[in-house]
């Protein structure tokens, strides 16, 4: 069983962060380009004359799965559009601070940040999630992350948010992992065991085989590819 070493944190961290599962997306999205070209977004039915400038980007109503932070592929509102290779590299100096500060493994956090949003940082989830490594609003909030779309405070909140969750694990890997997604108060809910998810499940065997990739290469390239 791999394991991450627990470390204590010197900071105040909200319980309900620990015990928060995290939110399902329901509505549909709707996307609408104004006359100066600015896209705008919203959950929430277009009403009244402006009703036809809208168009339905994503649709998500009863009996179809919920959307889940990092696994809604094809629905995204802002999808991963960047192919430059130069990407795994561009945020190495963010990615070491947070890995040296949190003491979390290099190759976790890339597995983690490969995974949420491809090495793009402008990506934004229907449920709501944004940047390098997908943090909701409530992780944004309680991790204290001053712009999620700024590559250094999202990395420096997700790895934070890690390390909170691999102390809370007793550092096992999966349900760090598993916790990440779909919440700790998910994995509490089922016994301290992955949640029977499938985008859960899914989720964590991607980062995983992310993960192994990643170990398999220098620390100083791995970024690379």
């Known amino acids: 069983m791999r394991r991450l070493v627990p470390v204590v944190l010197l900071v105040v961290v ?15 999205i ?3 380009t104004d006359a100066e070209g600015v896209v705008h977004f919203t959950n929430l039915e277009p009403k009244g004359e402006h009703k036809k400038t809208w168009k339905v980007v994503y649709r998500n109503g ?9 696994r809604c592929e ?4 802002v999808p991963a559009n960047e192919r430059s290779r130069d990407r795994f590299a561009r945020y190495d100096a963010h990615i070491f601070e947070a890995i040296g500060l949190y ?3 290099e190759a976790l956090v890339r597995a983690v940040i490969k ?12 449920a709501g999630a944004r940047g390098l490594m997908q943090l909701m609003p409530s992780v944004v909030k309680d991790m204290r992350v001053g712009d999620v779309h700024d590559p250094r405070d999202n990395v420096l909140g997700g790895t934070r948010l ?3 969750l691999a102390n809370r694990f007793d550092g096992d890997l999966s349900l760090t992992i598993a916790a990440y997604h779909a919440g700790a108060g998910a994995v509490l809910k089922y016994g301290r065991n992955i949640p029977p998810y499938e985008t859960t499940q899914r ?9 192994r990739h990643f170990q398999g290469l220098p620390a100083t390239r791995s970024a690379s590819r």
């Open 14 to 28: 909200a319980v309900a962060l620990l015990a928060a599962a995290a939110p399902v997306a329901r509505a549909d």
């Open 30 to 32: 709707y996307e609408w």
């Open 62 to 70: 009863p009996g179809k799965a919920a959307a889940r932070r990092g």
């Open 74 to 77: 094809r629905c995204d509102v």
């Open 103 to 105: 003491q979390i493994p």
């Open 115 to 126: 995974v949420e949003s491809d090495y793009d940082p402008r990506v934004v989830s229907s």
């Open 162 to 164: 890690l390390r909170v």
């Open 203 to 211: 989720y964590v065997k991607m980062v995983l085989k992310q993960y």
